[in-house]
């Protein structure tokens, strides 16, 4: 079994969490978006005042201000729903808004070690063309077959705690070079670990991750500021590979029946395009493949 140092990080604080999620969300609308009138120069906040938010809520100004200064104890799920038809909530916000608000203590799954399946394993092993791996917690990097390999870096190579999608995208420059849209990737990962954060506020290893990223990187302490939550399960990666250079595969994302803190992702390209070409020929260069282009650096 793979073994982690213990982190250094204690908790995320929830009450500061709730606190700015809901600021930041009310920020984000207009008065004209919700059929209020604008007083254009004369308002004084970005987006909605509370009392504004509190109105289209049907709740009490007074609560609303309780609720936005981080305390949660006692609220409804009808008010959340309330307060999330208000804010025009997605649905993984409205979740994130619930989990911060009223957080089911998870703090003896938290510490359980994260390991793929054995025969997951074998099951991606057994998917020779298909770039895949599975992904869990903290956007840790638990399981991956050879191809997966091929296309991203033998992971295999990194010590066991910088397996880690976020430490990958925010820290290794190759990375950066790797997708074409980095800003995208980094927001995909920043999204997550925010969602981690609404269900595992109490997870060491997260808040120590989250610590070390903002110490680390000013793009990680940029988009951790937005507070932006969101589920991303399919769509298009555009990659810069440093053997078979552009690269445009398909991406699903498979959360696991069994272990729905993991998922499967699978890569896959258009059939007779470039880049099933591209695909085919990184399967056909094998460990070559794996290897080139993805030596460490020093960060």
Same mark, same amino acid.
């Given at each position: 079994?793979?073994?982690?140092?213990?982190?250094?990080?204690?908790?995320?604080?929830?009450?500061?969490?709730?606190?700015?999620?809901?600021?930041? @969300?009310?920020?984000?609308? /207009?008065?004209?978006?919700?059929?209020?009138?604008?007083?254009?120069?004369?308002?004084?906040?970005?987006?909605?005042?509370?009392?504004?938010?509190?109105?289209?809520?049907?709740?009490?100004?007074?609560?609303?201000?309780?609720?936005?200064?981080?305390?949660?104890?006692?609220?409804?799920?009808?008010?959340?729903?309330?307060?999330?038809?208000?804010?025009?909530?997605?649905?993984?916000? %409205?979740?994130?808004?619930?989990?911060?608000?009223?957080?089911?203590?998870?703090?003896?799954?938290?510490?359980?070690?994260?390991?793929?399946?054995?025969?997951?394993?074998?099951?991606?092993?057994? $998917?020779?063309?298909?770039?895949?791996?599975?992904?869990?917690?903290?956007?840790?990097?638990?399981?991956?077959?050879? $191809?997966?390999?091929?296309?991203?870096?033998?992971?295999?190579?990194?010590?066991?705690?910088?397996?880690?999608?976020?430490?990958?995208?925010?820290?290794?420059?190759?990375? %950066?070079?790797?997708?074409?849209?980095?800003?995208?990737?980094?927001?995909?990962?920043?999204?997550?670990?925010? $969602?981690?954060?609404?269900?595992?506020?109490?997870?060491?290893?997260?808040?120590?991750?989250?610590?070390?990223?903002?110490?680390?990187?000013?793009?990680?302490?940029?988009?951790?500021?937005?507070?932006?939550?969101?589920?991303?399960?399919?769509?298009? /990666?555009?990659?810069?590979?440093?053997?078979?250079?552009?690269?445009?595969?398909?991406?699903?994302?498979? @959360?696991?029946?069994?272990?729905?803190?993991?998922? $499967?992702?699978?890569? %896959?390209?258009?059939?007779?395009?470039?880049?099933?070409?591209?695909?085919?020929?990184?399967?056909?260069?094998?460990?070559?493949?794996?290897?080139?282009?993805?030596?460490?650096?020093?960060?």
């Amino acid at each position: 079994m793979d073994v982690y140092p213990e982190p250094a990080g204690t908790s995320l604080d929830r009450r500061a969490e709730l606190s700015e999620f809901l600021r930041t @969300r009310r920020a984000r609308l /207009k008065p004209q978006d919700v059929g209020l009138p604008d007083f254009g120069r004369h308002r004084r906040v970005p987006g909605l005042r509370r009392e504004e938010l509190a109105q289209l809520a049907g709740v009490s100004v007074a609560y609303y201000t309780r609720l936005e200064q981080g305390n949660g104890r006692n609220v409804s799920a009808e008010v959340l729903d309330s307060i999330a038809r208000a804010l025009r909530l997605t649905d993984a916000e %409205h979740a994130h808004l619930t989990h911060l608000a009223k957080p089911k203590h998870k703090k003896k799954q938290t510490a359980r070690p994260q390991q793929a399946r054995t025969s997951l394993q074998h099951l991606l092993t057994s $998917m020779e063309s298909v770039p895949a791996y599975i992904v869990g917690r903290r956007t840790e990097i638990l399981a991956w077959n050879r $191809m997966a390999a091929a296309v991203f870096g033998d992971w295999a190579e990194l010590p066991v705690a910088e397996r880690n999608w976020a430490r990958l995208v925010f820290l290794r420059p190759d990375y %950066h070079d790797l997708f074409v849209d980095w800003e995208q990737k980094a927001i995909d990962i920043v999204c997550v670990l925010r $969602m981690d954060a609404g269900c595992y506020p109490d997870d060491p290893r997260l808040s120590a991750l989250v610590g070390e990223l903002s110490v680390k990187s000013e793009d990680f302490r940029r988009l951790w500021a937005t507070h932006d939550v969101k589920e991303k399960s399919h769509g298009v /990666k555009h990659l810069r590979h440093p053997l078979v250079g552009e690269l445009s595969l398909n991406f699903e994302g498979f @959360r696991l029946v069994g272990d729905t803190e993991q998922t $499967m992702v699978t890569y %896959h390209a258009e059939p007779a395009s470039a880049s099933a070409e591209a695909l085919r020929l990184l399967a056909s260069w094998g460990a070559d493949a794996t290897r080139a282009g993805y030596q460490a650096p020093s960060v």
